[in-house]
């Protein structure tokens, strides 16, 4: 447990200073909210008379709204039903936006992070994952578009004729195994489905402005040009609440603190990377129950 929470205690200590030394400013915002955004996927634990974060990201888009620009957070999220080898109901998510950026400007924090973060923890961008070498060097980070991936691996572009049940299986089954284990990869633009509060593409309406970041079959990070116009945003949390009674889930109430705030935001850039996962690889563990040493559920 000693090494575990040392490890622990380095990496946050080092995702702190990157940031700080790049003028951002660390928040803290509630972990008890009386609504999350509704996502047709994710679902909240109960707390009281709300439930518990699943992100803090509505929160901190409200302080991108009120002015700040350049804001992190470190910290607990909950969501139920997360067990396995790389998931748990309870763990440590980092965000961080950016007022009059986007999802370009958020991976090339992303390159930066991971790159120092490695020579922090492992003493170079080079190193081994349970006897498989990896690199988190800028160079040699991959990008491959949704459709890209999803043509090559899967044959069918989920941009053109979106089907979210066949879109997961894919995913799971022939598009994630497919990826190069060794070094970072990116996909990006999302089916516009898929990304309840990301811009669209201005150009191709089609996707939105998403990727995601893999390392050995791994998904780390989701990170997006946010969306901005709250008429817009509402018709997708509504639509997500349709798609969860579908499923037979309790639709969310919308969070019209958050709706109201957004007029005032900037075009901005977010991300949400698992502090959790990053950690597995970085202490070399093959799961989360080596990095969790309170692990229950």
Known sequence: MRRVLERRAQLNDAIRRFFRDRGFLEVDTPVVLPANAPEAN??????????????????MKR??????????????????????????????LLEWYRSGAGYLEILADAKALLSFLAGELRG???????????????????RQSVSQAFIQHAGWDPALKFDPDRFDLDLVTRVEPALPPGHPVVLIDYPAPLAALARRKPDDPLRAERWELYLGGVELAN?????????????????????????????????????????QMPPSGGIALGVDRLLMILADADSLDAVLPFRHG
């Open 63 to 92: 302080l991108l709204a009120a002015g700040f620009e350049k804001i992190f957070q470190l910290g607990p999220v909950a969501r139920a039903g997360e067990h396995g080898r790389w998931h748990h109901p309870e763990f440590s």
């Open 42 to 59: 994710i679902d909240a634990i109960p707390a009281g008379s709300g439930w518990l974060r699943t992100s803090p990201e509505l929160a």
């Open 223 to 263: 990170a997006y040009s946010e969306l901005n116009g709250p008429a817009e945003q509402r018709a997708r949390f509504e639509e997500a609440n349709t798609c969860r009674h579908r499923r037979g889930a309790e639709p969310y109430p919308l969070d019209e603190t958050f709706l109201a705030a957004l007029a």
């Open 124 to 142: 170079a961008t080079d190193f081994t994952w349970q006897g498989r070498p990896v690199s988190f060097a800028q160079e040699l980070w991959e």
